[in-house]
T-cell receptor, first 112, second 111 residues
Framework: EAQVTQNPRYLITVTGKKLTVTCSQNMNHEYMSWYRQDPGLGLRQIYYSMNVEVTDKGDVPEGYKVSRKEKRNFPLILESPSPNQTSLYFC???????????FGSGTRLTVV | QKEVEQDPGPLSVPEGAIVSLNCTYSNSAFQYFMWYRQYSRKGPELLMYTYSSGNKEDGRFTAQVDKSSKYISLFIRDSQPSDSATYLCAGCIGTGNQFYFGTGTSLTVIP
């Protein structure tokens, strides 16, 4: 089944403790992206990648890192999480940007 | 000003009604437009995408883009309770990676 898989689905952590949210797609898509979704603010792009080793900042990149060493994987790294990073995170992939993204099921992160 | 504005609703309609969901956008560089449906506790699911101005139909769904007025619409005919969800519109600059989403409109279809 064609899909974007994120792990974990739920995560509670403490301020400052480094964490990684994994994302993998099995559709051989070139484009991958991370979004966060907050009430009243909608989906906001954190980082995106147009191919292996090619990444760029979205609208809200502060406090996040990404890497794209393989085409299928695009992990999101929070080096020192803070409570304002409590959010619902989505990974997404697309063959090309204009045709829309396929989203994962989301990771609900709580930073206390 | 947000790149894409969307009335959050909530919108409540009886089963069988025609639903009209709307967005406005500010960036003239948008060329691709999408509509996503998001059920509670799920990721957004792509419903339709359109290029530039015009209409696109897929079953009960019709997407409409008017670039002259920077207006995006989604029409749902013969609405069903299973259409109850939050609907997100989005615009994309060229064929790049940068999508801008509206905040979503919550729709409930009452049996």
């Amino acid at each position: 089944e064609a899909q974007v898989t994120q792990n974990p689905r739920y995560l509670i952590t403490v301020t400052g403790k480094k964490l990684t949210v994994t994302c993998s797609q099995n559709m051989n898509h070139e484009y991958m992206s991370w979004y966060r979704q907050d009430p009243g603010l909608g989906l906001r792009q954190i980082y995106y990648s147009m191919n292996v080793e090619v990444t760029d900042k979205g609208d809200v990149p502060e406090g996040y890192k990404v890497s794209r060493k393989e085409k299928r994987n695009f992990p999101l790294i929070l080096e020192s999480p803070s409570p304002n990073q409590t959010s619902l995170y989505f990974c997404a992939s697309s063959p090309t940007g204009g045709h829309g993204y396929t989203f994962g099921s989301g990771t609900r992160l709580t930073v206390v | 000003q947000k790149e894409v504005e969307q009335d959050p609703g909530p919108l409540s309609v009886p089963e069988g009604a025609i639903v009209s969901l709307n967005c406005t956008y500010s960036n003239s560089a948008f060329q691709y437009f999408m509509w996503y449906r998001q059920y509670s506790r799920k990721g957004p699911e792509l419903l339709m995408y359109t290029y530039s101005s015009g209409n696109k139909e897929d079953g009960r769904f019709t997407a409409q883009v008017d670039k002259s007025s920077k207006y995006i619409s989604l029409f749902i005919r013969d609405s069903q309770p299973s259409d109850s969800a939050t609907y997100l519109c989005a615009g994309c600059i060229g064929t790049g990676n940068q999508f801008y989403f509206g905040t979503g409109t919550s729709l409930t279809v009452i049996p």
